[in-house]
T-cell receptor, first 115, second 114 residues
Framework: NAGVTQTPKFQVLKTGQSMTLQCAQD?????MSWYRQDPGMGLRLIHY???????DQGEVPNGYNVSRSTTEDFPLRLLSAAPSQTSVYFC??????????????FGPGTRLTVT | AQSVTQPDIHITVSEGASLELRCNYS??????LFWYVQSPGQGLQLLLK??????LVQGIKGFEAEFKRSQSSFNLRKPSVHWSDAAEYFC????????????FGPGTSLSVIP
C-alpha cells in the first residue's frame, strides 16, 4: 500500500512551458485534491474531485486544469507556467467528504520553480 | 469570510518543556477542526481532529487539543516536547458548504533546543 504518490519531486520550468504533475493513490479513495503551499499562507485548494469524472474548482484554480478519468489518478496540468506558480504542490485523498470525519492523506509534494 | 489564524509564526522550546500552539478560526457554525504536522520535505500528517463531543481531543505522538467555542480556538498542546517534534504545524478548519472546504492556517514552525 503506497498511499499517495506524486511525481516528479522537483521540477524547473521556463515561463510559458506546460507540464503535468502526477498524483496517484491506491486506497480506493473517492475524494482527491490539489493544494499549493506558499510561505506564510498555509495550503490553498486548487482543484478537487469527488469521484471519477467529477472535478471542481477550489480557491485558486486559475492557470491549472485537472481531470479524473480513474479513481486512482488525479493529474494537475499547468497550461502556461508563470513565476507566480512557483510553489510546493501537494496532492491529497480521502475516503469521504473533505470536511467530514475523514482524514486526508497527503503525498510527499512536488517542488516547482518557474523561471 | 471563513479564516484560520495561527498567531505564532515561529516558536522555539527546549526539549522536555511544555508546548502550546495557538489556533483561532472564524466561522459561523461549529466547524470540524484538525491539526496537521509537516516534517521537513514531507507531506502533512494528521495529528488529531475534532468533530463533536468531548472538547479535549487526544492525538498521536502525545499531542492533545482543546476546542473552546467561546474563544473560537483549538490550541494544540504537548506536556513534554521531544527533539523529533521539530516541524511545521498547521491548524485546519473543515466546513460543509456547497462544496466541502478545508481551510488551512499559515502554520507555526517549531524548533526544539536539545
Amino acid at each position: 500500500n503506497a498511499g499517495v504518490t506524486q511525481t516528479p519531486k522537483f521540477q524547473v520550468l521556463k515561463t510559458g512551458q506546460s507540464m503535468t504533475l502526477q498524483c496517484a493513490q491506491d486506497m480506493n479513495h473517492e475524494y482527491m485534491s490539489w493544494y499549493r503551499q506558499d510561505p506564510g499562507m498555509g495550503l490553498r485548494l486548487i482543484h478537487y474531485s469527488v469521484g471519477a469524472g467529477i472535478t471542481d474548482q477550489g480557491e485558486v484554480p486559475n492557470g491549472y486544469n485537472v481531470s479524473r478519468s480513474t479513481t486512482e489518478d488525479f493529474p494537475l496540468r499547468l497550461l502556461s507556467a508563470a513565476p507566480s506558480q512557483t510553489s510546493v504542490y501537494f496532492c491529497a485523498s480521502s475516503y469521504g467528504r473533505l470536511a467530514g470525519d475523514e482524514e486526508q492523506y497527503f503525498g510527499p509534494g512536488t517542488r516547482l520553480t518557474v523561471t | 469570510a471563513q479564516s484560520v489564524t495561527q498567531p505564532d509564526i515561529h516558536i522555539t522550546v527546549s526539549e522536555g518543556a511544555s508546548l502550546e500552539l495557538r489556533c483561532n478560526y472564524s466561522y459561523g457554525a461549529t466547524p470540524y477542526l484538525f491539526w496537521y504536522v509537516q516534517s521537513p520535505g514531507q507531506g502533512l500528517q494528521l495529528l488529531l481532529k475534532y468533530f463533536s463531543g468531548d472538547t479535549l481531543v487526544q492525538g498521536i505522538k502525545g499531542f492533545e487539543a482543546e476546542f473552546k467555542r467561546s474563544q473560537s480556538s483549538f490550541n494544540l498542546r504537548k506536556p513534554s516536547v521531544h527533539w523529533s517534534d521539530a516541524a511545521e504545524y498547521f491548524c485546519a478548519v473543515g466546513m460543509k458548504t456547497s462544496y466541502d472546504k478545508v481551510i488551512f492556517g499559515p502554520g507555526t514552525s517549531l524548533s526544539v533546543i536539545p
